[in-house]
């Protein structure tokens, strides 16, 4: 008899590109999660620590007396409550427009779609500052500068282009079918869209509200621009700590990072769905 033998070259393969994969999210895990841990680190340490040399990349004694004191300045509670009330009125607004918008996307054919998705695309070629100037001269007109209005109208023109398209990319991946069966048995279109699309796109278009909040929560330059007394978290933290010591301007990052890290856990398991069922 002759024997038979068995390609393994395949499975090899195989083998070594799922390696390289885990390998490649381990280090890019590492590129996000260091400069995380090292912020955290100096801004939970003592000054005495920050100051020895060479400094151990292991905590070694924690004081939460910089990180008080930093809440603890002027302003920055204010600048906080700021922060949140632009970002949970940035993702709102977005998801008001945005939303509908990319169902329009997905759903229906008009003239000019291409062209429409390009400029959707080309208002975030725009930088900041050419954008941040302009409206403070407008928002001066309108009587709405150094206002939170005035900044969550600004990051919801910047977020609105990834929540469109975000959304309508979700609204691609729901099947058409489902809605027409249920207009079929008598939902009007809009209970179809709210009892079985929405439903089904609920995990992708949370995944559009992180980014949203994210962008929302870290942009500096345009909340620094139009306001003066209603600064966000960012640009209280930018103007503020300037010329600050170093442990503060590790407990100012670490302020700035922690709130966003909350708001992406809590969400982190519509993200995970986004890839699973949604797609289905």
Partial sequence: MTETTVDTAPLKRQKRNRVLLQLSCIAISLFMLIPIYL??????????SLNRFPLSLLPTSFSFETLAAFLGSTGVFGALGN??????????LSAVIGVPAGYALARFAFPGKEPYQLFLLFTRALPIVVLSVPLARLFLTVD???TTYGVILLHTALALPTTILISASVFLG???????????????????????VMPMALPGIAAAS??????????VLGASILTLDHRTLPAQVLTSLADSPL???????FALVIPSIIFIALMRRYLTNMWGSTIR
Avoid: H, K
């Fill in 39 to 48: 912020i955290s680190l100096a801004a939970l340490s003592t000054r005495e």
């Fill in 83 to 92: 922060s949140l009330i632009v970002g949970v009125g940035t993702l709102l």
């Fill in 144 to 146: 709405i500068y150094d």
């Fill in 174 to 196: 729901v099947p058409q079918d489902v809605e027409e069966a249920a207009r079929v048995f008598g939902c009007s279109p809009l209970g179809a869209f709210m009892r079985v």
């Fill in 210 to 219: 992180i980014f949203t909040f994210v962008m929302s929560w870290n942009e």
């Fill in 247 to 253: 442990a503060y301007r590790f407990a100012g990052g």
